[in-house]
């Protein structure tokens, strides 16, 4: 039996493209996979096609997903195509056919006997926790033009997934989330909705440029966080489990250290 | 002995110096959580709410930093034997201003620090007088800053409730503390204190809260009142209090006080008093630490403090923890079918929380679930196979017999959210495996 390999681009759009593509093949779907990029070892009797974003093509996969598997279903998957894992595509493409095998089509994330399932399972959740720290350990920086600056750099591509909680909490605040790995900015200018800016040359100078207040700040809050702790208490596994290490360098309190 | 309280001036003291010293003396409150109320901002000011609560930070205990956690001063006209800032101590005294809170707690939540402002105070003059400054600072925070992020305040016993009520209209979640777990223990430790005056204010804020609700039902824009609910704490191990009568106490609170939290605190010893103990290994982590499992039983697992404890036996295992304690003890009920069984029965099997109870309930009805499904569920089957089958069969053939599952289940060690060294129970290095996530939702 033939297999197919569909290379699509490693976005949201490209995999939903690809999904769009494997069910006009008219073929079985277990012939059919997703994969991102090259391959590093090609099969022998597979045949491997390109396949070329399109957004009308990934905007009928993502209603057609969210209509018949529910919200909960679409941001699951959103979260998992997040991830940086090469087997995510395929994991996707392969729970949406498990979906429409069901009977139930609204409970397709409860199925976690299904491998694939389980996988976007998976992906979802490091993509939601890993967000969650950032909402719980991102710090803004005051620039000297009263801008709040902040530096990420997360596994997972969740910058879409935390700014909405910023926006929400600080709406009178002009501020800017950069994740470092892949070089995306969130802008919030105060009072209006906030975007996204690809690439480098964000005048890099000025984010290094700090406010009056932003030095007698970071001190007291280094102050307070060294007095709160119970010395009788002392248990720095406790505080790595809770605090891993990674999002240690960009957090103002252990700057010092 | 009034000249015993020796009130340093706080004005001309920094910033700085006045924030060390009142965290300083805020830090033996236990409680941090930011949880119970989901709130947007409306547009006009800074902050909301999150109804899970968020952490910011990780102290050097592990404890979570949630809110700014000061006192509006630490000068104080009682004398609790417990407290480092009782009025026959000689520590230095400091008080802030309104703005000064208001000033701190915006800075620190615009940076991303806090989650909000938790607002207690020593007694300076009169328990009035100290919730009068309280409100004051509140006041300011929510109307002038328009601040609309958690903010936790104290409620003083014996404050006129009036002003009880005034600051529920403001603050998002208020405790009062118990301090002890029982009158006895209150009435030696805390001389100027009593219970009556403490559960005045907890069924006031008790009855606020319920009439609120009604309110609101009614008057959709109703301003809310204490929307996350009331807390307290007590501390353990200061007085001889079992493990029972603690339990009994806080199940009281949860059921006639409708309490949101209750929160242990392992006695730490501050002062030298004759009336207290001098714990040999540092604080009781561990018997707090059951406490605190306990206390997850009562409210997310369906189980009675008469259950877990009693008159005979009225404290808990140092080496199981109450779950497996109690289901050891009820062998007569296990195992239970996975595919078949209800979701508050399949709750009670150790090794199984609230959420893999919840996902096994949906993914079974896909079909049948296998043990290898149950392990990617994220149940901890090394502790659920003595309890359970799937498809009628259990994982590996096992003896239902209570000696043989206890030293099974002691044989795998249990991860204790403290260390080893330095702390107490050293010796208790045999322990079955606790789930790491439970751990976090109880900071």
């Not at chain 1, 470092?180 to 906030?194: S, V």
């Not at chain 1, 009788?232 to 605090?243: D, F, K, P, S």
């Not at chain 2, 239902?400 to 050293?426: Q, V």
Request: aromatic share 12%; with cysteine.
């Amino acid at each position: 039996m033939e297999e197919y390999y569909l290379i699509c681009e490693d976005s949201l759009e490209g995999i939903f493209t690809g999904i769009y593509d494997a069910y006009l093949m008219r073929k079985s779907h277990e012939q059919i996979h997703i994969c991102l990029g090259e391959e590093e070892n090609l099969r022998l009797f597979a045949v491997y096609e390109q396949r070329i974003t399109d957004e009308q093509k990934a905007a009928k996969v993502a209603r057609t997903i969210e209509r018949e598997f529910g919200v909960e279903t679409y941001l699951a998957i959103c979260r998992a195509l997040a991830s940086p894992e090469a087997d995510k595509g395929e994991a996707v493409y392969k729970t949406v056919v498990a979906g429409f095998r069901m009977g139930n089509r609204k409970a397709l994330m409860g199925n976690l006997a299904d491998p694939y399932v389980h996988r976007v399972f998976e992906l979802a959740r490091f993509t939601a926790n890993e967000a969650h720290f950032h909402v719980e350990f991102l710090r803004f920086q005051e620039l000297e033009n009263g801008i709040l600056y902040s530096a990420i750099g997360p596994k997972n591509n969740l910058i879409t997934f935390i700014v909405p909680h910023f926006a929400d909490r600080l709406p009178l605040e002009n501020f800017v989330i950069h994740d470092e790995i892949r070089n995306i900015y969130a802008l919030h200018p105060a009072g209006k909705d906030w975007y996204l800016v690809y690439g480098k040359g964000q005048a890099e100078e000025l984010l290094h440029r700090f406010s009056e207040g932003e030095k007698a700040y970071s001190e007291l809050f280094c102050k307070f966080f060294h007095t709160i702790p119970i010395k009788e208490r002392t248990n720095g596994a406790l505080q790595r489990n809770m605090l891993p290490l990674r999002y240690r360098k960009y957090m103002t309190e252990f700057q010092s250290l | 002995m009034e000249s015993n309280l020796i009130v340093k001036k706080s004005e001309g003291m920094s910033l700085m110096d006045k924030l060390g010293i009142l965290a300083d003396a805020a830090k033996y409150d236990v409680s941090c959580s930011s949880s119970g109320v989901e709130r947007k901002g409306d547009g006009t000011g800074i902050g909301n709410t999150v109804a899970g609560g968020i952490c910011h930070s990780f102290g050097a205990d592990g404890r979570c930093i949630s809110l700014l956690k000061i006192l509006f001063t630490n000068e104080c006209i009682f004398d609790c034997k417990y407290c480092i800032n009782r009025k026959s101590n000689d520590v230095p005294r400091a008080s802030f201003t309104p703005d000064e809170i208001c000033e701190l707690t915006i800075q620190f939540y615009r940076r991303n620090y806090i989650e909000g402002l938790f607002l207690s105070s020593g007694i300076l003059y009169s328990p009035t007088y100290t919730m009068e400054l309280i409100y004051e600072a509140v006041y300011k925070l929510r109307t002038i800053y328009r601040f609309q992020g958690y903010i936790h305040v104290k409620a003083i016993p014996g404050a006129d409730p009036e002003l009880v009520q005034r600051l529920g209209l403001l603050a998002d979640r208020m405790s009062v503390n118990l301090e002890l777990p029982t009158a006895e223990g209150l009435k030696r430790l805390a001389p100027n204190k009593h219970r009556k005056n403490i559960l005045t204010p907890m069924r006031q804020i008790q009855q606020g809260i319920t009439q609120n609700k009604n309110e609101l039902m009614v008057y959709k824009h109703a301003p809310s009142f204490v929307p996350a609910g009331q807390s307290t704490q007590m501390i353990i191990g200061a007085t001889p209090e079992n493990d029972y009568q603690i339990m009994t106490v806080a199940e009281n609170l949860y059921k006639k006080f409708d309490l949101k939290r209750v929160y242990y605190s392992a006695f730490v010893s501050v002062n030298e008093d004759k009336e207290l103990p001098a714990p040999a290994g540092g604080p009781p982590l561990l018997r707090e630490h059951r406490l605190y499992q306990a206390d997850w039983l009562l409210r997310f697992y369906g189980f009675e403090a008469e259950e877990l404890l009693d008159e005979k036996r009225p404290n808990f295992n140092i080496l199981l923890d109450p779950k497996a304690d109690w289901a050891l003890r009820h062998l007569e009920l296990f195992p239970v079918e996975i595919n078949r069984a209800d979701y508050q029965t399949i709750l009670r099997v150790p090794g199984i929380g609230v959420k893999s109870a919840q996902r096994i309930v949906r993914a079974r009805r896909n079909g049948n679930l296998r043990f290898e499904d149950l392990k990617k569920i994220g149940v901890t089957l090394k502790r659920a196979l003595y309890f359970i089958t799937c498809n009628g069969k259990m994982m590996y053939p096992t003896k239902m017999e209570e000696d043989y599952i206890t030293r099974n289940l002691i044989s795998n060690k249990e991860k204790l959210p403290f260390d080893r060294d330095g702390m107490t129970y050293r010796q208790l290095s045999l322990f079955d495996d606790y789930k790491e996530a439970e751990w976090k939702n109880i900071i």
